[in-house]
């Protein structure tokens, strides 16, 4: 079964830059689609990225298009979120996961993301 597990979060000042990984263990997640998500305290986990097998698509939610930028490494079996002009309310705990809810794996412990105003 494939771990995942996501690093690189921290306190940022806003208009600060941090860059997340998704490193998967166990196995590999090179023939999926893959996604970021989040989830800020008291709301549920919202969709924030995702990237296609070969990394040639990508998709963002408006609330981060334009400022963060997902990329992978199938090789590395990694997944990254390069996050730029960050804002309050980009806060939260950030996870990777699978796009289809079907493939799921499980989710990871995340990685927390406080951007100070």
């Known amino acids: 079964q494939v771990q995942l597990v996501e690093s690189g979060g921290g306190l940022v000042q806003a208009g600060g830059s941090l860059t997340l990984s998704c490193a998967a263990s166990?196995?590999?997640?090179?023939?999926?689609?893959m996604d970021w998500f989040r989830q800020a305290p008291g709301k549920g986990r919202e969709f924030v990225a995702a990237i296609s097998w070969s990394g040639g698509s990508t998709n963002y939610a408006d609330s981060v298009k334009g400022r963060f930028t997902i990329s992978r490494d199938n090789a590395k079996n990694t997944v990254y979120l390069q996050m730029n002009s960050l804002k309050p309310e980009d806060t939260a705990v950030y996870y990777c996961n699978t796009h289809r809810a079907e493939l799921r794996f499980d989710w990871g412990q995340g990685t927390q993301v406080t951007v100070s105003s």
């Open positions: 166990g196995g590999t997640f090179s023939n999926y689609v």
